[in-house]
């Protein structure tokens, strides 16, 4: 099977600009979830998505959002970025307990 | 409230040597799972093992193993023979209390350097 992708890999915005990740999961699995990795803060837990509802949400503003299709691929959206919010963005899929990890997005707000 | 601790910020070794990562967690749940992932400098989190709490025998999978010890809340993880491929961060996780889902939240993890 295919591992879970995410595009694009590398991403460089400027800050109040606004960001579209993406996330395609491994075949089958109908959970995504999303993490901020920050050498302060390390990994922390966006939102998770199942079926096309947010099943989770982490604590992070509302300028991070996210929707999942009927296919399960997922997008997040940041929204009036802010030089914070540089990171690498990670997404999993899961179709129980354990989540593999696509290979990330790293973002760069300038 | 659930945490994480991993006390080793860098662990040094040498190839085919072995070598034990500590994790160490609080919970006041009685059911849970206890997760390890490797990062290599590419950034994809990678996942190694996982030990549930009611499991009786410790997790092995290849060459790494959990050194699960209950009463004291520790989930180390045990390489060995370590290979230069083994060179990463490792990060010991656990689901995140009171969610549904699969959400973990994760130690600051530990930077492993094998060298040859």
């Known amino acids: 099977k295919a591992g879970v992708t995410q595009t694009p890999r590398y991403l460089i915005k400027t800050r109040g600009q606004q960001v579209t990740l993406s996330c395609s999961p491994i075949?089958?699995?109908?959970?995504v979830s999303w993490y901020q990795q920050t050498p302060g803060q390390g990994l922390q837990f966006l939102f998770e998505?199942?079926?096309?509802?947010?099943?989770n949400k982490g604590n992070f503003p509302g300028r991070f959002s996210g929707r999942q299709f009927s296919n399960s691929r997922s997008e997040m959206n940041v929204s009036t970025l802010e030089l914070g919010d540089s990171a690498l963005y990670l997404c999993?899929?899961?179709?129980?307990?354990?989540?593999?990890f696509g290979p990330g997005t790293r973002l760069l707000v300038l | 409230a659930q945490k994480i601790t991993q006390t080793q910020p860098g662990m040094f070794v040498q190839e085919k040597e072995a070598v034990t990562l500590d994790c160490t967690y609080d919970?006041?749940?009685?059911?849970?799972?206890l997760f390890w992932y490797k990062q290599p400098s590419s950034g994809e989190m990678i996942f190694l093992i996982y030990?549930?709490?009611?499991?009786?025998q410790n997790a092995t999978e290849g060459r790494y193993s959990l050194n699960f010890q209950k009463a004291r809340k520790s989930a180390n993880l045990v390489i060995s023979a370590s290979q230069l491929g083994d060179s990463a961060m490792y990060f010991c996780?656990?689901?995140?209390?009171?969610?549904?889902?699969?959400?973990?939240?994760f130690g600051k993890g530990t930077t492993l350097s094998v060298s040859s």
């Open positions: 996780a656990m689901p995140s209390p009171n969610q549904a889902g699969t959400a973990l939240i």
């Open positions: 919970t006041s749940d009685q059911s849970y799972g």
């Open positions: 030990q549930g709490s009611y499991d009786e």
């Open positions: 075949s089958g699995h109908r959970s």
């Open positions: 998505y199942f079926s096309e509802t947010q099943r």
């Open positions: 999993a899929s899961s179709a129980s307990r354990t989540q593999y």
